[in-house]
């Protein structure tokens, strides 16, 4: 019986992660822990040129956990990196159903000269600032006639499914590269500043929101109370990035827009604890 009790322990740590699988065909050194990797989804139809890395997968191994859509990016990732690539093209998803509760995955990997040219989604991070590159959208000057600049970023959250414990909840801010944008006399770093505090200010909200989820102690079993929380913190900040456009007179205002990214600062420091997931 005490055989049999450890066997079936066993069994059940070997299925609480998704199993992840790769065909490699060139062999590349493997690339440090924290290197860039771009993720594209199947509709991202950019002709990639670089080297063909293999293939990798993620499936549900049998009762598998810490399978999320976010968490299974972060193992492709993982992968990807190991393989000595830098590029993730995915060419399958198949989302959570009756027969699994994990996101399942496979794509194809690469190895690129600028895995940055390829990026169409930038989660914040305080290392990775932005660049005039990363506006990759086409300028629309019928409907913003007198913008030099846009920002496109957000926040949204994720739920993880387990029979074993609560699930985590998955909170990011990013910033959508194909929907931001600038014009040539908006190319300056003065302008640059203004339009990275809009992205601070969408990350200032997602802490907010972890925050927010944590002190109502929701949990993936009971996510369906993060929504109206959700929806409240999000209009919260429309409204901030509002005001701060009209105080600033969009960046014309100088002393105001200084006032603005120490007032930025302060408030990524007070959310720090919230800082990640």
Request: net charge neutral; charged share 30%.
């Amino acid at each position: 019986m005490k055989n049999k009790f450890l066997y079936l322990l066993c069994w059940l740590v070997i299925s609480c992660a998704p199993k992840l699988t790769s065909n490699i065909q060139n062999n590349f050194a493997a690339l440090d822990a924290n290197a860039l990797v771009v993720v594209l989804d199947i509709s991202d139809n950019q002709i990639i040129d670089g080297s063909l890395v293999g293939d990798i997968e993620a499936k549900d191994g049998g009762l598998a956990v810490n399978c999320t859509y976010y968490e299974n990016i972060l193992n492709l990732k993982d992968l990807a990196r190991k393989s000595g690539a830098n590029l993730v093209k995915i060419t399958e998803h198949k989302t959570p159903d009756r027969r699994s509760t994990c996101h399942r995955f496979k794509a194809k990997i690469y190895r690129v000269e600028n895995p940055k040219f390829y990026e169409a989604k930038i989660e914040w991070s305080a290392d990775r600032k932005l660049t005039w590159d990363d506006f990759k959208g086409e300028p629309d000057r019928i409907k913003y006639p007198n913008t030099l600049a846009l920002t496109n970023s957000g926040f949204g959250y994720e739920s993880g499914t387990t029979v074993f414990k609560d699930g985590e909840i998955f909170i990011q801010s990013v910033f959508n590269t194909n929907e931001s944008w600038v014009i040539d006399d908006g190319r300056n770093d003065y302008v640059l500043r203004h339009e990275q505090i809009h992205f601070d200010i969408t990350e200032i909200y997602s802490r907010k929101l972890r925050k927010a989820l944590a002190d109502a102690k929701i949990s993936s079993n009971t996510i369906d109370k993060a929504k109206p929380i959700f929806e409240r913190i999000f209009r919260e900040m429309e409204r901030r990035q509002t005001r701060y456009d009209q105080e600033t007179q969009r960046g014309d205002k100088k002393e105001t827009q200084e006032h603005w990214e120490a007032v930025v600062q302060l408030e990524l420091a007070q959310y720090d604890f919230y800082k990640g997931n």
